[in-house]
């Protein structure tokens, strides 16, 4: 809520410059101040974190009352004063106060679509539980990977759960290979009832543990099987790592929602692209004779054949 506080100052700085008026009052500094007084707090217990949400919502309040009365008998000039990306932020800024009010009134807090920051009211706190960052801010994917390419199947600002993906990305498949594919392998979060009755409606191969407790009679005829499902599966953890490391798919810049889509699909298009360029350069090098060259990276090879026939596949989910 300060910087709603900062923003409100910032535009009526923009206007009495431009126009030659005399500024009214803000209460931007005792926001800042009331935040930083809590953030210099070891301990942060329920009543001060209440009591500094309070100082600040009456502190957007006000300044927001007083900018529409001083912009009321203005609205002739406005729109020529404020650009379009400052009226964007305008209108999170009181859309944040009203969430933030009616959170404050009901004393809860969750709130449906919550802006945490209004330069970037795409964005959404999800909430992980790792050891380093609790919650994290940013878009949430769910991708398949066929033989090492990277498809990007749901790309979302919004926290959702990514077992509902497996049947659009079922469907996509099919549409893109014209078949469903001989072998899924995901994780324990896709396979709930639902998805493993879908799996089995569809007649696809999936070695995973089944659920409930272990059965005690351990000759398993797909065990096997299993421990390679659970070594393929790994793959999407080093596509999803590479992409970030290599490929700076952890770095997204962009502001916009839409530029920010465009970034990160541009990451993974890179991705496919030097992996088909490697597989592409061991064939050339495998048909011309060199055998050394082709032991080495026999494993690309196999993976440009393996394009070609795509009848294996492997869902995973990436966030």
Known sequence: ?????????????????????EKPRTHRVEARQAFISLTKKKRKGKKLVDKVRLIQLRCLQADLLTFLDFLGGQSSRLLSCFSRH???????????????????????????????????????????GKAKAKVEFGAKIGASVVNGYTYVDHLSWDAYNES??????????KKRFGMLPQEVQADKLYLGKANRNLIKDCHVECYNHPLGRPPKDENDRHAEDKRRAIGE???????????????????????????????????FFAKNVMKFLRGLFCLIFAKLGLKAFKRRFSYSIDYLMGVLDPTRGCLVKII
């Open 233 to 267: 599966r790994n793959e999407v953890e080093a596509t999803f790592g590479t992409s970030k490391r290599v490929y700076r798919a952890n770095d997204i810049r962009a502001k916009l929602d839409d530029t920010a889509d465009t970034w990160i699909g541009a990451c």
């Open 86 to 128: 400052d009226c964007k932020c305008l209108k999170a800024a009181f859309k944040m106060y009203e969430q933030q009010k009616k959170m404050f009134d009901e004393n809860v807090r969750r709130c449906a679509d919550r802006i945490v920051s209004i330069y970037q009211p795409h964005l959404r706190p999800i909430v992980r």
């Open 164 to 173: 509902s993906d497996l049947a659009m990305q079922l469907e996509l498949y």
């Open 1 to 21: 809520m300060e910087d709603g506080s900062e923003l409100i100052d910032r535009l009526l700085d923009k206007f009495c410059a431009r126009h030659k008026a």
